[in-house]
């Protein structure tokens, strides 16, 4: 089992960036994919974006495309989430999320792929 903690949330302005950051422990991180899923209140999970093990795909939801960017670090068990020109509708708890399998990635993965999950973190976008 991996220990996932989010930080780096908080309020902006629409228009402003922030940046999350997942510390992981406990497991072999590098060799795991990594999620960011996000939920508003009264609406299901959703996915924002995946990164694969190594760093070489990502996959993004087409709310998100051209203005997040997740990233990790392997040396430092941390994957990251740019969020650049932020809106309104971005607002929500923004949970990290590790893979199920070691090794394993695909574009499509879900939220039933991902097995261990961080406690989340708030950003508020105002307008």
């Known amino acids: 089992q991996v220990q996932l903690v989010e930080s780096g949330g908080g309020l902006v302005q629409a228009g402003g960036s922030l940046r999350l950051s997942c510390a992981a422990s406990?497991?072999?991180?590098?060799?795991?994919?990594m999620g960011w899923f996000r939920q508003a209140p009264g609406k299901e999970r959703e996915f924002v974006a995946t990164i694969s093990w190594s760093a070489r795909s990502t996959s993004y939801a087409e709310s998100v495309k051209g203005r997040f960017a997740i990233s990790r670090d392997n040396a430092k068990n941390t994957v990251y989430l740019q969020m650049n020109s932020l809106k309104p509708e971005d607002t929500a708890v923004y949970y990290c999320a590790a893979g199920r399998r070691p090794y394993y990635y695909n574009p499509d993965l879900q939220t039933d792929d991902f097995g261990s999950w961080g406690q989340g973190t708030q950003v508020t976008v105002s307008s």
């Open positions: 406990g497991r072999t991180f590098s060799s795991y994919a």
